[in-house]
């Protein structure tokens, strides 16, 4: 069948010039392909797409013309029944106006990028004006320089060559033809050579400037950076400030028509114990490469890493010419003050008691009278656990400060530290008990330190108080009191009635003042950590006696391994102040961790010394422990754990209330034990007990210990699961007896043999399944079936064993009574005969404890 071609109906297709797709409007079959087909009365048609027309094609059979009087059917006409299947007026519109707000946006962008492009274009500009601009103004000041200079040696010459004239005789010389030769060869000539010597310097640089640009051609040196690119700067990199100064003081020297060359300076190089080779040559101000080549030629092959000693390193500065200062590594320590007090900077002070003495002898309760308070109220056990200071006023206005120190036998580095930053001991004695062994250590802490003391005798209102009995006892440790014509005060007193505590208190104040004791408060201060510990709430507070100077809220210092700042101060009524000054005991909040109990306080200028300190302090404590267990030769080490293998540990882990509980208990753990057993404490500290310390537990089989602290509620459930022991005690007697107890159930049991009895052989028989055995006569006591036997033959032992069978006539019997007749039989042993005896004895296991 013919195809007919009727007159084509073009539409334009609904798309960008650019092909590109508008919300689906270019969706459907390609160009040439038939997109859909419909019909006008009988006449069927297609429309076929073209790339830039919609063509209608009649269908063959269709009769010719049949379209030629009629229109396509056009979406945009709103004639739905004539409209393309599928396409609706809502949409056709959406689709418009789409395609409507796609143009305007394209033309928006269109704007925007044009408007962004002039922009750039006018900031290269104006970057390019400003780089000619300032190119321009360093010609100019290169050249105003470089005249300055010329005409500043213009005029050094003409001065020297008027100074030259001045000087030379007047007298003129014979010759007129001489002297004018003479004058154009001074004058004329040297001019002369300048344009030469110019001419001469262009032909040298004619070749080398040839093939290639000039100085001044605009072209770009070395790489294009991104910032150059954008920056539109089209005339090369800029100088330096140090580049134009090397440029200018090189024309300077040019000028002047020679080269200086630029001064060694010396320098006092400072060298630690260890220092590196470029660290060395650095503060040389040395190169490196000369520093590795003098090195060498001394016969050490070293880098610029290695490390060499102070002794290389000072032959090193010598040969350089420069000066070497020693230092090292505790010269950190010297930005602690020193201060000498001016005798007119001191001011009068408050006397610091500290009150010593065996346990149970009123110490704490005397205080207690004394400040009108109830301290022992609240200890555990009724007695004191920690070291106390306390600030009071007596009624004739005198300030006193006071330390209450522990009695018990474990807390001696407690009373060491409090006689030590003491002025005055008051040593606490029982009238009913008298001196006794901590009585005898508080005498002799106190006389260590060279302090006064003064006797308090307590107790006085009980029927059995005998202060003379205390007096005669102290003079056996060199205490001679003034009811015994010596000069130690001694107070009869009483803690419950109050008796003789004004006597007491007048005592203080006369010693006091005999000490004439002073202090500068306008310095920087300086103190004793007292005690140390680990608040929840506050974190680590340190109980700080100032011993010099004011403590303000504010100040950096460092005390011992640990450094802080001043957060809060806090007094002995709990009220917080802004200052501390001497022989004021206070809290101090504001460490970045917990001080060990006796380090001395320090104030510094700032964090970076106190930190700077207390990491060397850190690292040196470090070293010497690493020292202390390394030091052993190989026989040692080899001795010891020989030695370890047959001694039983009993490990712990120890967490205290205070630095000095902690240190106390670490001390009584080291004296328990003896050449079988020992207790080891693993780690101990301050503070609530944590999940970190049950895991250690759990990995070193340990129990842990709590002294008036608890386990946190997670530190509980993990020691639950994983099976860790935590027992807590208040009272150190209890945790004392209760890890002795411990430790003696280390101790291997003793063996102890009782004899029962002896038995003569008086016949051997042999016995078919059986063996040998023995008719014997039981002599001595009674023997049994289940002891052990020895053999004796000459009365020596040949053999030592158990029964095997023992027997009455026939049957096998427990046991048979002396003077009784049995059968005995051993075990794998036969060799016996008649006259031998036989010893029965029986063992018995008995419990060891530590004393």
């Known amino acids: 069948m013919r195809w007919e071609r009727p007159p084509e109906r073009y539409e334009d297709q609904m798309s960008d010039n650019d092909g590109k797709k508008t919300l689906g409007l270019n969706a459907g079959p390609r160009p040439g392909q038939v997109k859909q087909s419909f019909s006008h009365g009988r006449t069927k048609s297609v429309v076929v797409e073209t790339k830039r027309k919609r063509v209608v094609v009649p269908k063959p059979g269709a009769r010719p013309g049949a379209l030629a009087g009629k229109s396509t059917p056009s979406p945009a006409k709103g004639n739905s029944s004539k409209r393309p299947a599928g396409i609706s007026d809502t949409e056709m519109a959406r689709r418009m106006k789409a395609l409507a707000a796609a143009k305007a946006r394209e033309a928006e962008d269109t704007a925007k990028r044009e408007a962004e492009e002039a922009a750039r274009a006018e900031e290269r500009t104006r970057r390019r004006a400003e780089a000619e601009e300032k190119e321009r103004e360093e010609r100019e000041r290169e050249e105003r320089a470089k005249a300055r200079v010329e005409a500043e040696e213009r005029k050094k ?160 500065i010598e040969e350089f010419g420069h000066k070497i200062v020693r230092v090292s590594d505790a010269d950190v320590e010297d930005v602690i003050d020193k201060i000498e007090d001016d005798e007119a900077d001191l001011l009068p002070r408050a006397p610091v008691i500290t009150i010593m003495g065996h346990v149970d002898h009123g110490k704490t309760s005397l205080l207690d009278a004394i400040r009108k308070t109830k301290v022992t109220a609240g200890e555990a056990g009724g007695i004191t656990q920690h070291i106390g200071a306390y600030q009071i006023t007596t009624d004739d206005g005198a300030v006193l ?169 806090v007094d002995d009524q709990g009220k917080r102040i802004e200052s501390a000054g001497p022989s004021q005991p206070v809290e101090v909040l504001g460490l970045n961790g917990t001080p060990e109990a006796g380090d001395v306080l320090n104030v510094v200028d700032t964090e970076a010394q106190a930190r700077e300190i207390a990491d060397y302090r850190a690292q040196a404590a470090k070293d010497n422990r690493a020292a202390v267990g390394a030091a052993v030769t190989l026989e040692q080490m080899m001795d010891k754990a020989k ?59 340990a129990p842990i210990i709590g002294f008036n602290v608890r386990a946190n509620t997670s530190a509980r459930n993990t020691a639950n699961q994983k099976g860790v022991e935590i027992r807590y005690y208040s009272v150190i007697y209890d945790l004392v007896d209760d890890i002795k107890a411990a430790a003696s159930g280390l101790l291997s049991a003793e063996v102890r043999e009782n004899f029962i009895g002896y038995a003569e052989i008086k016949d051997v028989f042999k016995v078919s399944n059986v063996g040998k055995v023995a008719g014997c006569l039981v002599t001595e006591g009674i023997a049994r079936r289940s002891a052990g036997v020895r053999l004796l033959r000459d009365n020596v032992v040949i053999h030592e064993g158990n029964l095997k069978t023992l027997k009455r006539f026939k049957d096998e019997v427990k046991e048979v009574q002396s003077g009784q007749e049995c059968g005995m039989a051993f075990e794998n042993y036969e060799d016996i005969r008649p006259g031998d005896v036989i010893e029965i004895f029986e063992r018995e296991e008995v419990e060891r404890n530590l004393t």
């Open 643 to 701: 030695a370890d293998e047959d001694i039983s540990e009993l490990p712990i882990l120890m967490k205290a209330d205070v630095q000095g509980s902690a240190e106390a208990i670490v001390q009584a753990m080291a004296k328990i034990g003896n050449d079988e057993v020992r207790v080891r404490v693993l780690h101990y500290g301050v503070g609530a007990i944590t999940e970190t310390d049950v895991g250690l537990a759990e990995a070193s089989g």
């Open 401 to 569: 400060s006071f330390l209450d120190t522990p009695g018990h036998a474990a807390f001696t580095s407690m009373r060491a530290r409090g006689a030590q930053v003491t002025d005055i001991v008051v040593l606490v004695v029982a009238a009913d008990d008298a001196v006794m062994p901590q009585t005898i250590e508080a005498i002799n802490h106190a006389q260590a330190a060279g302090v006064p003391m003064i006797i308090a005798i307590n107790k006085c209102d009980l029927p059995a108080a005998n202060p003379t009995k205390v007096r005669t006892d102290l003079l056996q440790h060199s205490v001679v009191v003034e009811a015994m014509s010596g000069e130690v005060q001694d107070v009869e007193v009483s803690a419950q009635t109050g008796q003789g505590l004004d006597k007491l208190l007048e005592a203080i104040a006369l010693q006091a003042e005999l000490l004439e004791l002073k202090a500068n408060p306008n310095r920087a201060a300086h103190g004793a950590v007292i005690e140390a510990q680990l608040d929840v709430g506050r974190g680590p507070v340190a109980t700080v006696l100032v011993q010099t100077g004011t403590l303000r809220k504010g100040d950096i210092f460092v005390v011992g391994e640990q450094y802080g700042k001043v957060r809060a101060l």
């Open 157 to 316: 010459r003409e001065a020297e060559e008027a100074k030259v004239r001045a000087k030379a005789p007047a007298a003129a010389p014979a010759d007129p033809a001489t002297a004018q030769a003479a004058e154009q060869r001074s004058g004329a000539g040297k001019p002369s050579s300048a344009p030469r010597k110019q001419e001469r310097d262009n032909r040298q640089a004619k070749p080398a400037n040839k093939g290639r640009a000039g100085a001044n051609d605009g072209r770009r040196s070395g790489k294009l950076t991104l910032n150059q690119a954008t920056s539109g700067r089209d005339g090369g990199r800029q100088r330096s400030m140090a580049q134009m100064r090397r440029k200018q003081e090189r024309a300077r020297q040019k000028a002047m028509g020679g080269t200086v060359e630029r001064e060694k300076v010396f320098r006092d190089v400072s060298v630690p114990p260890a220092i590196t080779v470029q660290e060395l040559a650095n503060r040389m101000t040395e190169r490196v490469t000369d520093v590795v080549k003098s090195l060498m030629n001394m016969g050490m092959m070293v880098t610029q890493n290695q490390t060499i000693d102070a002794d290389t390193a000072e032959l090193i």
